[in-house]
């Protein structure tokens, strides 16, 4: 087993149970046993873009010293810390980055942390869990396929923070591979689409519930005419958006036909043959098991 | 041409870190924008008025619809992230503590259902 320090974030253990408890099991299976630091706290969800800014960024950093501390106890095989929830993903690597490349702020970091047991050196790497299975190959997901998931089209959406800005994302900024891989590997065919790294409208879920609710109507809406039995993603703000929310659509838009949304390592587990609880479609809305038992890949 | 409020663009541009005078109107920030259906102003006019010292700017619906989805950063070709310019614009009312939002607006119910990270970034972009 390789031991990989990992970040949960807030909604991990909330909304999206589903995404942790399929990560989890489905890391087990592949060989990585994920190690939660102790006190580690709400990364901020924004990436602070005002170049004055120096206290939002003290959550961030706050994370990556307790993950350098769990290293530096030997407790994980390497100065990597892997994210689930793509908000996460970019707020910790950015903050990172701000802390590596502006000298003045880092101090002020560092000076507010003093009182802290070490300093943190700004070496630990962030990573995308999409990241380290790309690492670990693509051969070595398809060995664990117990259930390929053959006849399911799925159409992969990227959102925003997994790709922008520039230099921050997981893959190529215009032309992403890395969902499209990792579901092939799976055995299923994936559906591109134009609105795959379009907007679901993220934070504005709070207080623009209608706006909201068209921007996920064009994304499902295109994903469906494309032909793709469901979305997968790696947010769960994308999938609160896109999910439970086409309750939202559908009084809107009378015609229009609801499609499961869920997290890629939710068929990954799926895939591997894990059973229920590791695929944990419980989660989901709207359910995706009456579509998987169509398809003859989950047991009635 | 001097702006009209100098005072105010260079405070944008030092906030956003953003130099906007490299901007040469060419739109394909408004075109990748989800949200111009909810803008009053597009984001590349946006962009205008900070060049040209308007800080009108400031009482824009476009500046609290923007999901900071990067679209714009990726597409423009002068190298600007208007991303940056709607935040630096959006710091300058919140810091005078004018909230945009208020978490009393919503049920109970929806605060149980809403993803922390909707709740928290939500607050984070529209209040103080
Ligand atoms: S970051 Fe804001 S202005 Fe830029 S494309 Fe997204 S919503 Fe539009
Ligand atoms: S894409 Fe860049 S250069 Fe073009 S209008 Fe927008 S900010 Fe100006």
Redesign the interface.
């Known amino acids: 087993m390789t031991r990989l320090a990992y970040y949960p974030?807030?909604?991990l253990k909330?909304?999206?149970k589903n995404f942790e408890d399929s990560t989890i099991a489905t890391a087990e299976k592949l060989g990585i046993e994920l190690v939660e630091p102790e006190r580690w706290n709400?990364c901020?969800?924004?990436h602070s873009?005002?170049?004055?800014d120096v206290m939002?960024h003290l959550a961030p950093i706050r994370n990556l010293l307790r993950v350098e501390e769990l290293s530096n106890a030997g407790e994980v095989d390497s100065k990597q810390v892997v994210t689930l929830?793509a908000?996460c993903y970019n707020t910790l690597k950015r903050s990172n980055m701000v802390f590596n490349e502006d000298s003045d702020r880092k101090k002020k970091i560092r000076d507010n942390m003093y009182k802290e047991d070490i300093e943190y050196s700004g070496n630990v790497e962030v990573l995308h869990h999409l990241e380290v299975l790309r690492e670990m190959g693509w051969d070595k997901v398809k060995e664990a396929v117990a259930n390929p998931l053959n006849g399911l089209k799925v159409a992969p959406y990227y959102g925003?923070l997994l790709l922008?800005?520039?230099g921050i994302g997981v893959d190529d900024?215009?032309d992403p591979t890395i969902m499209e891989d990792m579901l092939e590997a799976l055995g299923a065919e994936t559906v591109g689409f134009a609105y795959s790294q379009?907007?679901c409208?993220?934070?504005?879920?709070?207080?623009?519930k209608e706006?909201v609710a068209?921007?996920a109507h064009k994304i499902l809406k295109q994903a469906e005419e494309a032909g793709a039995d469901m979305l997968v993603t790696a947010c769960?703000?994308c999938e609160?958006n896109l999910g439970?929310r086409q309750s939202e659509v559908e009084k809107r838009y009378p015609v229009f036909k609801s499609i499961p949304v869920v997290y890629f390592t939710q068929l990954m587990a799926l895939a591997f043959s894990l059973g229920e609880e590791a695929a944990a479609f419980t989660g989901n809305k709207p359910d995706p098991r009456p579509l998987l038992r169509d398809k003859g890949l989950l047991e009635e | 041409m001097e702006p009209e409020n100098k005072h105010f663009k260079d405070r944008v541009v030092?906030?956003?870190?953003e130099n906007v005078d490299l901007c040469f109107q060419c739109g394909a920030c408004s075109s990748g924008c989800?949200?111009t259906?909810?803008m009053d102003y597009l984001p590349s006019k946006i962009i205008r008025m900070v060049q040209l010292g308007l800080e009108e700017a400031l009482e824009s619906k476009t500046i609290w619809?923007c999901?900071?989805?990067?679209?714009c950063?990726?597409r423009c070709p002068r190298g600007i992230?208007v991303?940056?310019v709607m935040?630096?614009l959006r710091?300058l009312v919140l810091r005078r503590k004018y909230d945009r939002?208020s978490l009393d607006?919503?049920s109970p119910e929806e605060i149980r259902?809403?993803?922390?990270?909707?709740?928290?970034?939500?607050q984070?972009?529209?209040t103080a």
């Open positions: 974030g807030c909604t909330t909304n999206a709400c901020g969800t924004v873009l005002s170049t004055d939002h929830c908000m925003c922008r800005p520039r900024t215009d379009k907007c409208g993220s934070y504005n879920a709070v207080h623009m706006v068209d921007l769960p703000l609160y439970p | 030092e906030l956003s870190g989800p949200m259906q909810e619809v999901t900071t989805c990067f679209n950063e990726v992230d991303a940056n935040e630096a710091q939002v607006e919503l259902e809403l993803p922390q990270i909707a709740i928290v970034s939500n984070r972009k529209l």
